[in-house]
């Protein structure tokens, strides 16, 4: 499928089944995805490809962490978390790895980091895949980090969740280019 940039967007989540992709698909998205701009050349970025039980391990403790932070949630809370991480075939965490005391501003290794992720997304779709960058309470959980082997010099930057669409999807609304350019001239 091709990438018409003019449409891409992203299909939640829960939205995501199977087929995701296969192993060499999802290795040429990651090689797509790290093609991005990286003043320095200090890659702060790396990827955790969460394998399937690992993703249901994962959910075991959203659902556990998040009655410990709300004793009141109910069923249904609960079993949302612990289904996360559940819906979509595949899902990929970006890590920044950022260096504190760098002429390279920690702001411009998390600007490069997000490109990643971003870029990840379209060469999932430019792949024939849908997907969705999300973070959410897990991804600042310092017992989710710990349980994902996040440094201290690291931070989740995204948990990017692909696969298939299972529906159409309405367009949300989007920005108008004129409510966003203005001409500058001095
Ligand atoms: C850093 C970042 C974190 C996000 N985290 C969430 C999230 O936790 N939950 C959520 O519903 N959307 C989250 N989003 C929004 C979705 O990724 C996405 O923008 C939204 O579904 C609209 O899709 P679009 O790409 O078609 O505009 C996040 C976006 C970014 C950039």
Partial sequence: MHLDLRNRRSVPSRLLAEPGPNLQQLRDMLNIA?????H???VP???LRLAPAAREALGQLLAQRAIERDPNIDEAGVRKERLRFSHAPEVVVVIGCYQQ???IPVI???HTSACV???LLQAAQ???FSAQWLTGW???DETVQHFLGVQPNEVIVGFIHIGSAKEELAERPRPTLDSLLQEFSA
């Fill in 34 to 38: 790290s093609r991005v701009p990286d």
């Fill in 40 to 42: 320095g050349g200090l």
């Fill in 45 to 47: 970025w790396r990827f």
């Fill in 101 to 103: 005391a760098h002429r």
């Fill in 108 to 110: 411009e290794q998390q």
């Fill in 117 to 119: 992720c971003f870029s």
């Fill in 126 to 128: 430019a792949t024939g």
């Fill in 138 to 140: 897990a991804a600042y």
